[in-house]
């Protein structure tokens, strides 16, 4: 190891310092964002806590690159395109493939926290579908 080269400070982010509503029109209810990485070159990962009310639902989207989702807690679904929902509880990983559309979101009877990764191309990480 060598510990003479010159490291670049690290990049904490502190809990709490990021949080805002989610923008207007991509679920049926607002819901708690925070950024934890924004990284705005193309294929740079971007990562975000949610949490969800209970009975709230993302809009169909698709990432270009793909997307994991890992279930901090409660319960909820998610759900690909012409498949059935699954049901997601704390510890879940799962992971979409570039372009699928799917959705998630709370149970009706839950809320439902989660870290999600994605990476950006064209200066997106996600493309909102119509209903």
């Known amino acids: 190891m060598n510990r003479t ?6 990049a904490i982010h502190r809990a709490g310092t990021a ?3 989610s ?10 964002v925070e ?3 924004k990284d705005s070159e193309d294929g740079g990962l971007t990562a975000m806590r949610c949490t969800l009310e209970p009975g709230t639902m993302t809009r169909w989207h698709t990432h270009p690159h793909g997307q994991i989702l ?8 998610a759900q690909c395109d ?5 049901e997601l509880r704390a ?13 998630h979101g709370a149970t009706p009877d839950s809320t439902f926290a989660y870290i ?3 990476a950006q191309q064209n200066g997106s990480a996600v493309t909102w579908l119509e209903d």
């Not at 890992?70 to 679904?77: D, I, P």
């Open 82 to 86: 012409n498949e059935p929902a699954e």
């Open 5 to 10: 080269s010159i490291r670049q400070p690290l």
């Open 116 to 118: 999600s990764i994605q």
């Open 23 to 32: 923008p207007e029109g991509i679920a049926n209810a607002p819901f708690w």
């Open 70 to 77: 890992y279930v901090l807690s409660g319960v909820g679904h």
């Open 35 to 37: 950024m934890l990485v």
């Open 91 to 103: 510890g879940d990983c799962i992971t979409f493939a570039p372009g699928e559309p799917h959705r």
């Open 19 to 21: 949080i805002r509503r």
